[in-house]
């Protein structure tokens, strides 16, 4: 067994402070999020504090030793449950939203809620699209899963870190989904996005690197979450054009 193997497998003895650290980490973009809604209300200003400040800085500055990318043995299982994953992802998040969640979205609060935000589809869609399915969930992987999951697991085990590494990654989200989604599709998308921390732990369980959850992140869950994204606002150009000011 290497050395990675051996901190990987460790169990601490319960450690408070370590504990309590682990849990305000793991709050923390809620502060900053909240900060880049209210404070400096600016698209950007939300992903440079959220994968900046809460996410990349506690990882280069905690994370010893440094979350391993590479998983342990690739094999075609491996890359078939990835493919799975990734195609499951995109049929529950799309067809799950246009099955139950669309009706809970509220057009003219989301525009009203991007226009806030300084974002401007036809400006700025492009960048937010290469930014969210590609360094999204490098940046995200490496707090959660590489730094986070590994601190909760070492105290607990693997599957109550699983469970509150998933919850915690998830409820912060409701920051983003709030303004413009009722009661039912808040929790459509907090659902989403809980079960999807329970796979990309799996797979950082299963695989002790962090690139399978990277790639099931960004293509089983950013991918679509785009896809609908794009869709909502050609369906808006759309009506637009129509002379209608909502997608009704």
Not at 70 to 80: S, T
Not at 84 to 97: A, D, E, L, R, T
Not at 214 to 234: K, R, S
Request: net charge negative; charged share 15%; proline share 6%.
């Amino acid at each position: 067994m290497d050395q990675d193997q051996e901190i990987w497998n460790a169990r601490e003895k319960p450690d408070a402070n370590h504990l309590v650290l682990l849990i305000g980490l793991s709050l923390l973009p809620w502060m900053w999020v909240s900060l880049g809604r209210f404070a400096w209300p600016h698209f950007g200003m939300i992903l440079a504090l959220y994968h900046g400040m809460a996410c990349s800085l506690p990882v280069l500055l905690l994370a010893r030793p440094f979350p391993r990318l590479l998983p342990r043995k690739e094999n075609w299982e491996l890359i078939m449950a990835v493919i799975v994953s990734v195609i499951v992802g995109n049929v529950f998040i799309v067809g799950g939203w246009s099955l139950i969640a669309h009706e809970s979205f509220q057009s003219q609060a989301f525009a009203d809620f991007l226009d806030r935000l300084n974002f401007a589809p036809s400006r700025d869609f492009l960048f937010f699209t290469l930014f969210f399915i590609f360094v999204n969930p490098v940046i995200e992987e490496y707090f959660w899963r590489g730094l986070i999951y590994p601190g909760f697991r070492r105290h607990m085990g693997p599957v109550p870190a699983i469970l509150l590494n998933a919850f915690l990654f998830s409820i912060w989200h409701w920051l983003i989904i709030q303004p413009f989604l009722n009661v039912e599709g808040e929790i459509f998308l907090l659902l989403a996005i809980f079960l999807g921390g329970i796979f990309f732990c799996f797979f950082r369980e299963k695989t002790g690197g962090l690139l399978p959850a990277i790639i099931v992140h960004g293509f089983g869950a950013d991918v679509p979450l785009m896809i609908l994204f794009y869709g909502i606002w050609q369906n808006r150009l759309e009506m637009l054009l129509l002379g209608s000011h909502c997608i009704p």
